[in-house]
C-alpha cells in the first residue's frame, strides 16, 4: 500500500538534500519546529495544506510544484505495487494453454 505521507516526506527530503540545505535552515525559513519537519520527512506525520504551502515555499516551489512532483511519485509507487492487469485476450490465451496442459496430462 502506498502512503501519501511517507512519499511526501521522502520527496521532501530528496529536495532539500538536493539544495544542500539542512533541516535547521528549511524549518527556519518555513517557520516550522526542527522535529515536526524531522516527522514530515520520515512520513510519521500528515502536513495540513498551510504547512506545505510553508515548507513549499521554504524549498523554493510552488505548493502545485510540490503536489505535481508528489502525483507523479505516487504514481511510480502504485505501478510497483500493483499487478498489472492482463489483456484480456491474453487472459484466454493462459486458460487455453492451461486446460490443454491439464487434458494431456
Known amino acids: 500500500m502506498v502512503l501519501l505521507r511517507q ?8 529536495t532539500r538534500r538536493d539544495q544542500g540545505r539542512t533541516l535547521r535552515e528549511v524549518s527556519a525559513a ?3 519546529s526542527l522535529g515536526y519537519l524531522s ?3 520520515r512520513g510519521t506525520k500528515e502536513a495540513s495544506s498551510e504547512l506545505l504551502q510553508s515548507v513549499s ?5 510552488q ?13 511510480r509507487a502504485e505501478a510497483m505495487t500493483q499487478p498489472v492487469p492482463l489483456p484480456v485476450a491474453a487472459v484466454s490465451r493462459v486458460a487455453r494453454v492451461a486446460a490443454t496442459r491439464r487434458s494431456a496430462a
Request: proline share 0%; hydrophobic share 55%.
Open 39 to 41: 516527522e514530515l520527512e
Open 63 to 75: 505548493l502545485s510544484e510540490l503536489l505535481v512532483d508528489l502525483t507523479e511519485r505516487v504514481a
Open 30 to 32: 518555513a517557520n516550522v
Open 57 to 61: 515555499m521554504a524549498l523554493g516551489l
Open 7 to 14: 512519499e511526501l516526506g521522502e520527496l521532501l527530503r530528496e
